[in-house]
């Protein structure tokens, strides 16, 4: 469906001028890199449609992104715009009628939500809409869908938002929090004087060097760089509009915190190395195969042998928010005034290389994890993938930039994504949460890995395509054990010592 194409205000509009969309934005309302972001959110309690009503009405259907038509102007070459307009809540808002009790509902909610993959959103009323299902799965007692076209923001902006129309489900009156960032810390911190600026200096040759390094390494992969064609990697020519299957496990996040704290690293560190242990399990028995035919025989190599190619190139897209989150109290005294706060798509890309192999040490997975993660914070990747293709988007309009865009992406395998949610539970519209599973599709790659914190859980969002990857439940199970070895790993090294003197850890 192509887009409303207007030439003077409607008389439901908003008496408001028209918002241009950011760059971002007009990327992803392109052909090429069509996105839309899919949160399902389980709930302890059967879910009130008349309340969820009442709630976005009063909250999240206030702000501008929400109450706004997508529109093109054909006098002005096309121009992309916002465009206020009222909001009815009764077509937003989607909940069929269904069995309470039916059989197989987990089949249900997860055939039901790849089918939204499947189909696009009305662009004659704002683009968001939300499902309510409520049939009991065994990880809720229901569960809503809320799907949203990503050109209404990035993923941190949504959740934040998302967060600033909730409430602590131990105190209604209260909003949720988040775990605060720590402050760098270690020797270099505490520098002064002469080795403070030998610090300074050399910490800025390394990101001028690192940098340099990573924009050729952009523009290899967008002229020929393609990583290894694996199991996991889809052919990019159909497969962003290919239905996705997206499902999710629920893991301790007190395990994950145990792993950071005895090997003195970050949250982040932890998750990327349980990425890269579950991809190389899943790999290395894809691999077996090759070699051994029956599934049985297929497990026991997978477990005892390594059948992993050598030198796989594995890498993925990482989207970097660069705008300063926005508070959710900001969000929230946003939509209860009507005020304007900065809002949209501020994000440039980093290319996260994946390493794919079974080493002796479990817990060198981490450890590589760490060096990838501290190597990349020191290069300004993001920023000039953002400026960059700013300028080519200036220069050579939206199509070839897209093209561009989608040239890179299609050349990696996945993509890699990490969301902060609040350290406890929540209540949406008085409905308490048991978990919240945030993805993104319609990038060309066959696999999107999230990880959303959720109070004391972590929870395991995948979205494949399942031409690519049929035996995509297989995949979790594989992360699912790469923690628990991990896990075990850790005991077994005697390094839990220093975790147990320590409590109350902090996400960082």
Not at 42 to 54: L, Y
Not at 400 to 414: A, L
Request: with cysteine; net charge neutral; charged share 25%.
């Amino acid at each position: 469906m192509k887009p409303i194409t207007t030439k003077k205000m409607r008389d439901d509009d908003v008496g408001e001028d028209d918002e241009p969309l950011s760059p971002a934005a007009r990327l992803f309302q392109s052909s090429q890199l069509n996105c839309s972001i899919v949160i399902v959110l389980g709930s302890h309690t059967f879910i009130d449609v008349d309340a969820v009503k009442s709630g976005f009405l009063n909250s999240m259907a206030k702000h501008p992104r929400f109450s706004s038509l997508f529109v093109t102007d054909d006098k002005n070459g096309g121009k992309m715009s916002w465009r206020r307009t009222k909001v009815d809540i009764h077509k937003h808002v989607i909940a069929p009628e269904l069995d309470p009790s039916m059989e197989l509902a987990d089949s249900f909610v997860e055939d039901y939500v790849s089918n939204l993959t499947n189909t696009g959103l009305d662009l004659t009323k704002p683009l968001w809409e939300l499902h309510v299902l409520n049939v009991k799965t065994s990880d809720a007692n229901a569960t809503a869908v809320l799907k949203l076209h990503h050109s209404i923001g990035d993923g941190i902006s949504i959740m934040s938002l998302f967060l600033a129309s909730s409430r602590k489900a131990s105190d209604p009156e209260s909003m949720p929090s988040l775990p605060k960032k720590k402050r760098p810390g270690g020797f270099w911190s505490n520098c002064h004087g002469f080795w403070g600026v030998l610090f300074t200096v050399w910490t800025m040759i390394l990101m001028v060097f690192n940098t340099l390094v990573d924009v050729m390494n952009f523009a290899a992969t967008a002229l020929f760089l393609k990583d290894t064609d694996t199991p996991l990697k889809g052919s990019a020519e159909d497969i962003g509009l290919s239905r996705k299957r997206i499902v999710h496990r629920i893991v301790s996040l007190d395990d994950i915190k145990m792993v950071k704290s005895a090997m003195n690293t970050t949250i982040n560190d932890v998750l990327l190395g349980i990425t890269m242990a579950g991809l190389s399990r899943y790999l290395n028995g894809k691999y077996a195969t090759r070699s051994y035919q029956n599934e049985r025989d297929q497990d026991r190599a997978s477990k005892k042998g390594n059948h992993l190619p050598a030198n796989i190139r594995f890498r993925s897209t990482l989207l970097y928010n660069l705008r300063p989150s926005t508070g959710i109290e900001s969000l929230a005294e946003m939509m209860e005034k009507e005020s304007k706060v900065r809002w949209g798509n501020l994000i440039g890309y980093v290319l996260l290389p994946i390493t794919i192999a079974l080493p002796d040490d479990l817990l060198d997975y981490v450890r590589k994890a760490k060096a990838i993660v501290d190597r990349k914070k020191l290069s300004f990747e993001a920023l000039c993938s953002f400026s960059v293709g700013r300028v080519i988007l200036e220069l050579f309009g939206l199509k070839r930039t897209s093209y561009v865009m989608h040239k890179i992406i299609s050349n990696t395998t996945m993509s890699f994504s990490n969301v902060v949610g609040p350290q406890e539970e929540i209540s949406f519209y008085g409905h308490h949460l048991s978990y919240i599973a945030p993805s993104v599709y319609g990038q060309p790659q066959a696999l999107t890995v999230h990880w959303q914190s959720y109070a004391d859980k972590v929870i395991l969002v995948l979205a494949v395509d399942p031409d690519v990857i049929p035996d995509y439940n297989n995949l979790c199970t594989d992360f699912e054990a790469s923690l628990k070895l991990i896990k075990d790993a850790v005991i077994q090294s005697g390094a839990t010592v220093r975790v147990q003197a320590k409590t109350g850890h902090k996400q960082d």
